[in-house]
């Protein structure tokens, strides 16, 4: 992608021979589309007397989207109830009935008593930063984050390619070579630089988190290159801005510390029905600030992955005596598997574009 990349690339080059693994897979590859593409589609075409494409990427992918649907159009929804607590700075929510009435008694039996601490746990959890990007992955979060499709995403990143503010975009990789590890500090701090989201945040960068030779395959990870420093972010296209600062932000977040916080989980019983409750601390933010950071940036931005954010627990004991303000039924609906949209693919993996001329 840089000029002192390739460079390095031609005075390091390596005998063809090492990359024969490579050739095989392709041709595998190439073999499987002739054996099961012309022969399957010939012969279902004549069976069914239409034509009928049948692939080694297209027809897995048909029958996930067909399963999938059967499973929603058989699908009935069942009603099912909860009974909540309020109690002092937390609510404890009971398990799923399906008979109301027996949620109603509940409620009554609860109502003005007062719930028991059975059991209390804290634990210190680390949360390693997220991975890099590979297409997969980074097509997924566009789709969810910025409601592009996978075929959209992939076209900003070709042009962010082009026009070498990004690396090569077709990499089934999310780490990066150990050949980048002394150049990483730089660029993340220039990363950082250009994006706007991050100010007043400390950047870190922790290479280890992020380099891995055996997990590299043809291609790297998606990252910016250099070239950010002389950039005019603000003249690329509004597509090609977000699905840049999206890679940008992954970087930054996958070279900062672990996310560390301390986890409560307590169970209560109230009228000889077990409650339970859980909420977090949050010791040292880590990488999750600056991803909140980019999330507070988005227009609409959806939740973020793993559901909302616990809330704190006081301190807890165990047999504590805590008094009910309010119980409450609360009513819902199992819900049927969610329609597949083209993220589907990236998902599941089967997911490939096809090739621009010159994209490598």
Same mark, same amino acid.
Request: net charge neutral; glycine share 6%.
């Given at each position: 992608?840089?000029?002192?990349?390739?460079?390095?690339?031609?005075?390091?080059?390596?005998?063809?021979?090492?990359?024969?693994?490579?050739?095989?897979?392709?041709?595998?590859?190439?073999?499987?589309?002739?054996?099961?593409?012309?022969?399957?589609?010939?012969?279902?075409?004549?069976?069914?007397?239409?034509?009928?494409?049948?692939?080694?990427?297209?027809?897995?992918?048909?029958?996930?989207?067909?399963?999938?649907?059967?499973?929603?159009?058989?699908?009935?929804?069942?009603?099912?109830?909860?009974?909540?607590?309020?109690?002092?700075?937390?609510?404890?929510?009971?398990?799923?009935?399906?008979?109301?009435?027996?949620?109603?008694?509940?409620?009554?039996?609860?109502?003005?008593?007062?719930?028991?601490?059975?059991?209390?746990?804290?634990?210190?959890?680390?949360?390693?930063?997220?991975?890099?990007?590979?297409?997969? &992955?980074? *097509? $997924?979060?566009?789709? /969810?984050? %910025?409601?592009?499709?996978?075929?959209?995403? @992939?076209?900003?990143?070709?042009?962010?390619?082009?026009?070498?503010?990004?690396?090569?975009?077709?990499?089934?990789?999310?780490?990066?070579?150990?050949?980048?590890?002394?150049?990483?500090?730089?660029?993340?701090?220039?990363?950082?630089?250009?994006?706007?989201?991050?100010?007043?945040?400390?950047?870190?960068?922790?290479?280890?988190?992020?380099?891995?030779?055996?997990?590299?395959?043809?291609?790297?990870?998606?990252?910016?290159?250099?070239?950010?420093?002389?950039?005019?972010?603000?003249?690329?296209?509004?597509?090609?801005?977000?699905?840049?600062?999206?890679?940008?932000?992954?970087?930054?977040?996958?070279?900062?510390?672990?996310?560390?916080?301390?986890?409560?989980?307590?169970?209560?019983?109230?009228?000889?029905?077990?409650?339970?409750?859980?909420?977090? &601390?949050? *010791? $040292?933010?880590?990488? /999750?600030? %600056?991803?909140?950071?980019?999330?507070?940036? @988005?227009?609409?931005?959806?939740?973020?992955?793993?559901?909302?954010?616990?809330?704190?627990?006081?301190?807890?004991?165990?047999?504590?005596?805590?008094?009910?303000?309010?119980?409450?039924?609360?009513?819902?609906?199992?819900?049927?598997?969610?329609?597949?949209?083209?993220?589907?693919?990236?998902?599941?993996?089967?997911?490939?574009?096809?090739?621009?001329?010159?994209?490598?």
């Amino acid at each position: 992608m840089e000029d002192s990349a390739i460079r390095e690339g031609f005075e390091n080059l390596r005998p063809g021979a090492d990359y024969d693994g490579l050739h095989q897979a392709a041709l595998c590859r190439a073999k499987a589309d002739w054996l099961v593409g012309i022969n399957a589609t010939r012969l279902f075409s004549v069976l069914y007397r239409r034509t009928l494409n049948i692939g080694r990427v297209m027809s897995p992918t048909l029958a996930l989207i067909v399963q999938r649907e059967a499973e929603i159009e058989a699908f009935q929804p069942e009603p099912f109830f909860t009974v909540a607590l309020e109690l002092p700075g937390f609510t404890a929510v009971g398990a799923r009935m399906k008979d109301k009435t027996a949620a109603k008694e509940l409620e009554t039996a609860c109502q003005g008593g007062s719930a028991v601490v059975k059991q209390a746990q804290r634990k210190e959890k680390s949360e390693k930063p997220p991975a890099l990007y590979d297409l997969t &992955t980074l *097509q $997924r979060d566009a789709n /969810r984050l %910025l409601g592009f499709t996978a075929q959209q995403t @992939l076209d900003y990143l070709q042009n962010l390619y082009e026009k070498k503010l990004c690396t090569y975009p077709r990499t089934d990789s999310r780490y990066l070579t150990s050949d980048m590890a002394e150049g990483l500090s730089v660029l993340v701090n220039l990363t950082a630089n250009a994006m706007p989201f991050r100010k007043g945040i400390g950047i870190t960068c922790n290479p280890e988190a992020v380099i891995n030779d055996k997990k590299v395959t043809d291609h790297h990870a998606v990252i910016p290159t250099r070239n950010l420093r002389d950039a005019d972010l603000s003249a690329l296209p509004v597509g090609e801005k977000a699905v840049l600062e999206l890679v940008a932000a992954r970087l930054l977040c996958a070279v900062a510390e672990p996310h560390l916080y301390e986890e409560t989980a307590a169970t209560l019983v109230c009228a000889g029905q077990e409650f339970a409750a859980k909420g977090k &601390t949050i *010791q $040292r933010p880590g990488w /999750r600030k %600056l991803d909140a950071a980019y999330h507070a940036g @988005l227009k609409n931005a959806p939740e973020p992955e793993g559901g909302p954010e616990e809330k704190t627990l006081p301190e807890l004991s165990q047999g504590q005596s805590l008094p009910v303000s309010n119980a409450s039924v609360k009513e819902g609906k199992t819900s049927p598997p969610k329609h597949f949209t083209d993220v589907l693919c990236c998902q599941c993996g089967a997911w490939k574009a096809p090739r621009k001329k010159g994209a490598g």
